[in-house]
């Protein structure tokens, strides 16, 4: 009896914590046509589809940015796990196909985002207490970029944050087919996130010598990468993984610049403009429990918050460090998600144990959420030379 009112207590907990997180992006989200380009590129496929049953964006879509002119129109080169959440939610509202609104791809970004602190918030309860759990998952939801990109506009993150939280908690008990599967949607809106699934199977391999367990994480996110294979060759004519995007990426990958990587790699974490570190400080006060918490953690947490480092290498190989942010990180989302138990375990195996780390991780955490705060509160969207393409940056003060 006792064990179950603890239980229904926890469960309590969890939707006070969501419903808490989603009001608070509710009401700091964009909502209207002051989008970063990369939101609107998204919105339009949602709202393409739901209104008119088509991906096909008209004449008057050409020279958006994102937007691509193939034999048979002119294509949004989004994947479909970005705005399919959204068009479902174009489709249930009152949809007016002549006019494009913005608010049911900010409502995708704000629910994905809260499920997602939801989902973590569940998983972290497997490894910690309630109390503990619970500012974890506000610190992820208030204290990374999580709050001013994922659940501000439409961008592909809340998405991929959503589906790894899944796949750890499938993770967590074992329900490795799950996992991978949700490995899999994750990569339908970012492809790239597909390498997080493999390099979990290896590990899984090399720590549980569960082979079975490798496959089936495999197959799952196997059938996530079959769909957006499917999906690219369908709608842009030839099958792959990069779709509508042009090749650059790929050529990086087979004729890398060591230099040039290790650069961006560096960007990633201490860039001032788009440094993890110096954007969620809170990280940086935890890095040296990370020793720590690695003896004490669970072979899904080590393999998790691995497959996130790997996941960062690669992406600094492809892509640079800023994404096209003025301010701010976001192609880190993905990684700050899945180490998110280590750094639980690092706060309780070395943050906890004296005063000074307990009021350096407060502060650390104080000021990760002022960061996020100014960036939600300071930046404005302008369009670029009279067009509906907006940029970003600070107020100038």
């Not at 249930?92 to 939801?118: F, R």
């Not at 104080?366 to 509160?377: D, M, R």
Request: charged residues 10%; positive net charge; proline residues 4%.
């Amino acid at each position: 009896m006792r064990d179950s009112s603890a239980q229904l207590r926890r469960y309590w907990v969890t939707a006070v914590l969501g419903v808490t997180v989603t009001s608070v992006f509710a009401l700091t989200a964009r909502w209207g046509p002051d989008q970063n380009g990369d939101a609107i590129a998204a919105a339009l496929p949602a709202w393409s589809f739901a209104a008119h049953g088509t991906l096909d964006l008209g004449e008057g879509a050409a020279g958006t940015l994102g937007v691509i002119e193939i034999e048979n129109g002119h294509i949004s080169n989004r994947p479909p796990g970005v705005w399919l959440a959204a068009a479902l939610i174009y489709f249930i509202s009152d949809t007016t196909p002549e006019h494009l609104t913005y608010w049911p791809a900010t409502a995708a970004a704000v629910l994905t985002t809260g499920l997602a602190t939801v989902l973590l918030h569940r998983l972290l309860l497997k490894l910690t207490d309630v109390r503990t759990a619970t500012i974890a998952a506000l610190v992820f939801a208030l204290g990374t970029s999580t709050w001013s990109i994922s659940a501000n506009q439409l961008w592909p993150h809340g998405t991929v944050q959503f589906w790894l939280a899944a796949s750890m908690l499938f993770m967590a008990n074992a329900r490795w087919a799950a996992s991978g599967l949700s490995f899999g949607l994750a990569a339908l809106a970012r492809p790239v996130t597909a390498v997080i699934a493999f390099v979990h199977a290896l590990l899984t391999v090399y720590w549980k010598r569960d082979v079975r367990a490798a496959v089936k994480t495999t197959l799952g996110a196997g059938i996530g990468l079959v769909a957006i294979i499917v999906y690219n060759w369908k709608v842009f004519g030839r099958p792959s993984l990069t779709g509508g995007y042009p090749s650059d990426f790929v050529d990086r990958l087979w004729s890398p610049d060591l230099s040039a990587w290790a650069v961006e790699f560096a960007h990633m974490f201490l860039n001032p403009r788009n440094g993890i570190l110096l954007w969620s400080p809170v990280l940086l006060v935890l890095l040296p429990g990370l020793r720590d918490a690695w003896k004490a953690a669970p072979h899904w947490v080590r393999s998790a918050s691995a497959s996130g480092v790997v996941y960062l290498v690669l992406h600094a190989l492809l892509n640079r460090a800023s994404g096209g942010l003025a301010f701010g990180y976001r192609y880190q989302l993905a990684s700050v998600t899945l180490a998110l138990p280590l750094l639980v375990l690092a706060w309780a195996h070395w943050g906890s144990k004296t005063s000074f780390r307990r009021v350096l991780v407060v502060t650390g955490t104080v000021v990760s959420v002022a960061a996020q705060a100014a960036l939600i509160f300071t930046l404005e969207c302008l369009p670029i030379n009279g067009s509906e393409l907006y940029g970003c940056s600070l107020f100038q003060f």
